[in-house]
């Protein structure tokens, strides 16, 4: 089967660094997003990893460990704006199939 | 360029109807992926469209149904109405497998 694992809620203060972790297990496994996701929005992307090792996109980084089924998505200098629930998904046995965990709460306080 | 519209954004109805959403991609985008998402089940996948073909499943019953058209637009059908249908449906689109994949605002269904 097909597990994913992440932190239900996580808090923050303005300006700090957070690590949301993620581990899984699936067969066939091809590569991890990470999505956030706004109360009443739709889920945007934010990362995709295939290959092992750090992905870094202005205060974003994702670090990806295949072998060790782990993930992590990295936030510097936190904003308020980025209070959201991040979504982990892994892809798995080709197409389009993402398979999510059941997301992080973050908030971010002043 | 426009993004994933759907429609229509809120929609009641109640048990034993049936129901259609539909969904356009982004242009260019030949794959459509459908998704419910509920709070105590988070998001889960229902299936995947690719040049008018579905290519993957998820596990759910027979009463979800969806299909693809030339221009690439899909639409879901959810037949006899459960309550626990309830629930906020996206759509998301993608240029082939293991990209990107783009959602849009969701439409959000509630069966009475």
């Known amino acids: 089967g097909q597990n994913i694992d992440q932190p239900t809620e996580m808090t923050a203060t303005e300006g700090a660094i957070v690590q949301i972790n993620c581990t899984y297990q699936t067969s066939g496994f091809n590569g991890l997003f990470w999505y956030q996701q706004h109360a009443g929005e739709a889920p945007t992307f934010l990362s995709y990893n295939v290959l092992d090792g750090l992905e870094e996109k202005g205060r974003f980084s994702s670090f990806l460990s295949r072998s060790k089924g782990y993930s992590y998505l990295l936030l510097k200098e936190l904003q308020m704006k980025d209070s959201a629930s991040y979504l982990c998904?892994?892809?798995?046995?080709?197409?389009?199939?993402?398979?999510f965990g059941a997301g992080t709460r973050l908030a971010v306080h002043p | 360029k426009a993004g994933v519209t759907q429609t229509p954004r809120y929609l009641i109805k109640t048990r034993g109807q049936q129901v259609t959403l539909s969904c356009s991609p982004i242009?260019?985008?030949?794959?459509v992926s459908w998704y419910q998402q509920t709070p105590g089940q988070g998001l889960q996948f229902l299936f995947e469209y690719f040049s008018e073909t579905q290519r993957n499943k998820g596990n759910f019953p027979g009463r979800f149904s969806g299909r693809q058209f030339s221009n690439s637009r899909s639409e879901m059908n959810v037949s006899t109405l459960e309550l626990g249908d309830s629930a906020l449906y996206l759509c998301?689109?993608?240029?082939?497998?293991?990209?990107?994949?783009?959602f849009g605002p969701g439409t959000r269904l509630t069966v009475l």
């Open positions: 242009s260019g985008h030949r794959s």
């Open positions: 998301a689109s993608s240029r082939d497998y293991n990209n990107e994949q783009f």
């Open positions: 998904a892994v892809t798995s046995g080709g197409y389009n199939k993402l398979i």
